[in-house]
């Protein structure tokens, strides 16, 4: 994959989380979906710390390495239910995939407008999607985001995947046009929102998302197996909301309103190609060995190092402080 700091905003969104992967895969391949999960959980608290600090140096770094653990977190998702990947996923892991690429997952969860707004503006009228003004910005704010009962949620997301389909050639194409789509979104709220109000809806949606994940192997006697498409679909809804408020948190990085830090315009595939791009390789690399394949020296226990020897060192460090 050719890219540069040029390019890098022109890139196809499906090709960026591929780049990551190119960079990781022989180690993210060892981990477990919660392993990533949880680091991204760590980079979406580190958001938060920088803009408390407003150290906008750091907020840059931690939102470089959010987006480089999401996108790991969703190519680690995409295949087929049951279906193990290598080298030993756990029964628990191997029921938990998103079935579709990032794009086509983000675009039937935001096909140019609130999914919220659909649902509100349509009333689950389907002549209505033609009407005027069904496409402005997300007001949701002001009009207080419509609640919807559990069974709502999956016609919901059907209704506003088949809209997605019948509109698919205006889906945007490079990680720039992701974002300014979610600028346009995102318009009439991110004036009314500052960046820390931003930044907790971020981690609301990472909650959310981390329901929808162990909703993926929980059931009861009432809801399994029928309910399994359902629960796909929503967690690719959740991932993708996930997506959306990370764009929300760099678009309000460069509106200069309501204080947000900066006050010119800030880009995402900027920030990522900052830590993780090589103008010299024209691709990515890792920020700290800054090979485009990883070469960082990572012991996993186990099985690089069986548990004994942590056990071993433990039982000597309890001598030692006995002593």
């Known amino acids: 994959m050719t890219v540069t700091s040029k390019t890098i905003g022109k890139l196809q ?18 981990r477990s979906i919660w392993d990533v ?6 980079h979406a608290a ?18 470089s390495d959010f987006s480089m653990w999401l996108f790991t977190m969703i190519r680690k998702l995409q295949g087929q239910i049951g279906i193990p990947k290598p080298p030993d996923e ?15 997952m ?8 609130c999914p919220f707004c659909y649902l509100r503006r349509t009333a689950g009228e389907k002549q209505r999607e033609g009407q005027l003004g069904f496409s402005d910005p997300c007001d949701c704010l002001p009009n ?10 999956g016609p919901h997301a059907l209704a506003l995947r088949a809209f997605s389909q019948t509109i698919e050639a205006r889906k945007p194409t490079g990680v720039d046009e992701w974002q300014q789509m979610f600028g346009a979104i995102f318009a009439a709220n991110l004036p009314r929102l500052g960046l820390s109000e931003i930044v907790l809806r971020l981690l609301e949606e990472m909650g959310e998302a981390s329901d929808a994940l162990a909703r993926m192997y929980t059931y009861n006697d009432e809801t399994f197996p029928a309910e399994i498409p359902i629960r796909q679909v929503w967690l690719e809804g959740e991932l993708s909301d996930v997506s959306s408020w990370l764009f929300a948190v760099v ?27 090589s ?13 485009p394949s990883c070469t960082c020296p990572i012991i996993f226990v186990p099985p690089d190092r069986p548990v004994e020897d942590m056990q071993a060192a433990l039982a000597a460090r309890k001598a030692e402080t006995e002593c």
């Open 106 to 113: 983000l675009w039937q969860r935001f096909p140019g407008m």
């Open 90 to 104: 756990s029964p628990k892991e191997r029921v938990i995939r998103i079935g579709r690429p990032f794009s086509d």
């Open 279 to 291: 103008d010299e390789l024209q691709g990515f690399k890792c920020w700290k060995c800054r090979q």
């Open 46 to 63: 580190g958001i938060a710390e920088e803009v408390r600090k407003r150290d906008t140096r750091e907020l840059y770094v931690q939102i």
């Open 144 to 153: 207080d985001a419509t609640r919807r009962s559990k069974n709502e949620k």
């Open 37 to 42: 999960w949880m680091h991204a959980n760590h």
């Open 13 to 30: 969104l499906d090709d960026l989380v591929e780049g990551v992967n190119g960079i990781y895969s022989s180690k993210d391949e060892r």
């Open 251 to 277: 678009e309000k990085l460069g509106s200069g309103r309501n204080g947000s830090i900066g006050a010119h315009r800030v880009l995402l595939s900027q920030i990522i190609w900052n830590r993780y791009g």
